[in-house]
């Protein structure tokens, strides 16, 4: 089945303590992007990558870094994780064709205390 | 980046068919109108583009304007299930954020039984 996997779901982490969210698709897809969601303020993207190796900086990227060295996997690394973090994110994968739209993952619920 | 302005809210009755509008007359001649929703606790889904001339999927229907300057995303039953947020996106084909999605309040549909 063709899908973009996000990891863990849920997460409850405490201020400081670096953590990674994984994101993977299997649809071979070029773009992939990270999303924040909070409410009121809608979806924001955070990085989002055109290939591997080529990422760049999205609204919100302050505290939050990515890396794309395999085009399945886009891993999402908050260094020193605090409170204004504490969001609900999502992962996103497309193809370059435009025929095809973006794929999202089911979210990552993250709780910095 | 190019914007879309679409209304916060609409209301709906079951089984009878919805017209969300969305305008956009900053659009570049290569731009793609993406729609996609949200629905409560699950990530964005896909629901339908184009480029110029109308669409039909399964899902969905999709009007634009001859000038492209505003859409329409057509319901053509509404269910209970398609209670949700609808975004209405400009994706970009060329230039720096190429392929990219931003995303813009969309509009909260209530479908009422």
């Known amino acids: 089945e063709a899908q973009v996997t996000q990891n863990p779901r849920y997460l409850i982490t405490v201020t400081g303590k670096k953590l990674t969210v994984t994101c993977s698709q299997n649809?071979?897809?070029?773009?992939m992007s990270w999303y924040r969601q909070d409410p009121g303020l809608g979806l924001r993207q955070i990085y989002y990558?055109?290939?591997?190796?080529?990422?760049d900086k999205g609204d919100v990227p302050e505290g939050y870094k990515v890396s794309r060295k395999e085009k399945r996997n886009f891993p999402l690394i908050l260094e020193s994780p605090s409170p204004n973090q504490t969001s609900l994110y999502f992962c996103?994968?497309?193809?370059?064709?435009?025929?095809?739209?973006?794929?999202f993952g089911s979210g990552t619920r993250l709780t910095v205390v | 980046d190019a914007k879309t302005t679409q209304p916060n809210s609409m209301e709906s009755n079951e089984e009878e068919p919805v017209h969300l509008p969305c305008n956009h007359s900053?659009?570049?001649?290569?731009?793609?109108i993406h729609w996609y929703r949200q629905l409560p606790s699950q990530g964005p889904e896909y629901v339908i583009h184009?480029?110029?001339s109308n669409v039909n999927n399964r899902m969905a229907s999709l009007a634009i304007a001859e000038d492209r300057k505003s859409s329409t995303l057509i319901l053509h039953r509404a269910t209970l299930r398609d209670a949700a947020v609808y975004y209405c996106?400009?994706?970009?084909?060329?230039?720096?954020?190429?392929?990219?999605?931003?995303f813009g309040k969309g509009t909260k549909l209530s479908v009422k039984p």
């Open positions: 649809m071979n897809h070029e773009y």
């Open positions: 990558s055109m290939n591997v190796e080529v990422t």
């Open positions: 900053t659009i570049s001649g290569t731009d793609y």
């Open positions: 184009g480029l110029t």
């Open positions: 996103a994968s497309s193809s370059r064709e435009e025929r095809y739209g973006y794929t």
């Open positions: 996106i400009l994706r970009v084909l060329y230039g720096g954020s190429q392929g990219n999605l931003i």
